[in-house]
């Protein structure tokens, strides 16, 4: 049977949109009939999963079916112990997503090196930026990489070198910038220059991601998402917007669900067990 593709959303800062990012894809493609699993890293927030919770709670709650992935929380305290949780969440799923903490964790490194797609949101700003290089201070150009730019080419050289054999699937690393919107002209013209100088070096992608609405944080409490269409009410034009800038995001990652013919119509946003 076929791996999943491993989805990893990534970053070591906080704040930068990754559990809602993460979330909209997740749900985006079981709208597609894609069997999606998540795994959740981040043991002590638990954003997605508590996202995903509060969907199937509204699930129940309107006897509605809502599409989305089999999630869970990684109880494992070794690499071995995760892969394990990943073998059994994953299997027979078209999709394995991972969402990582907001710092540096020795899981995090780990699936960020073995993921098939590598998703790294980022605000539009030099202090995000530096996540992955490091500018001079007055000309703005690429200095150096950054400890976590080395790590992401440095596991990108090591699967290149791998046979077809052990390794099918090239890394597609995808950097996404989110709110965009609050970066002015010039700061955010010196950002495209930077990351465009550094993409040609480390090989992501830099594509346009989520802007900063209110309405992300409201839906949180619903688990709703703003592909949920029968279930938001009446849209005002910048949510018309915002699910627009979600339609393109998806787009520009490239994720192609596989035609099967046991596709589910419905697919449901499922726990892998209620909580305690």
């Not at 309107?62 to 989305?68: H, K």
């Not at 299997?91 to 797609?117: K, N, Q, W």
């Not at 007055?138 to 791998?162: D, G, M, T």
Request: aromatic share 8%.
């Amino acid at each position: 049977m076929t791996a999943p593709h491993r989805i990893v959303f990534a970053n070591e800062k906080g704040g930068t949109g990754k559990s809602t990012t993460a979330v909209h894809v997740a749900v985006a493609l079981a709208y597609q009939g894609a069997k999606v699993a998540a795994l959740d890293l981040d043991v002590r927030q638990r954003t997605f999963y508590r996202y995903c919770e509060n969907r199937a709670e509204t699930q129940r709650r309107r006897d509605v079916a809502l599409p989305g992935p089999v999630f869970d929380v990684c109880h494992g305290d070794s690499v071995e112990a995760l892969e394990a949780e990943a073998a059994r969440i994953g299997e027979g799923m078209d999709f394995l997503l991972f969402d990582t903490p907001g710092r540096d964790d020795p899981f995090a490194r780990h699936v960020a090196a073995s993921a098939d797609t590598l998703v790294t949101p980022m605000n539009d700003s030099f202090v995000d930026f530096d996540l992955i290089g490091q500018v001079e201070a007055e000309s703005f150009k690429v200095r150096k990489l950054s400890f976590y730019a080395e790590l992401i080419w440095e596991a990108r050289i090591k699967r290149s070198r791998a046979t077809i054999e052990q390794q099918k699937r090239e890394m597609d690393w995808v950097v996404v910038r989110n709110r965009t919107g609050y970066t002015d002209a010039r700061n955010q013209r010196r950002i495209d220059e930077a990351l465009t100088e550094l993409s040609k070096r480390v090989g992501f992608r830099a594509v346009q991601g989520l802007s900063e609405r209110v309405i992300y944080r409201e839906l949180f409490p619903s688990g709703l998402t703003l592909l949920d269409k029968g279930h938001l009410g009446e849209l005002g034009t910048s949510h018309l917007v915002a699910r627009q800038e979600l339609r393109n995001l998806i787009g520009n990652l490239n994720l192609r669900v596989p035609e099967r013919e046991d596709a589910p119509s419905k697919p449901v946003t499922t726990p892998v067990a209620e909580p305690a």
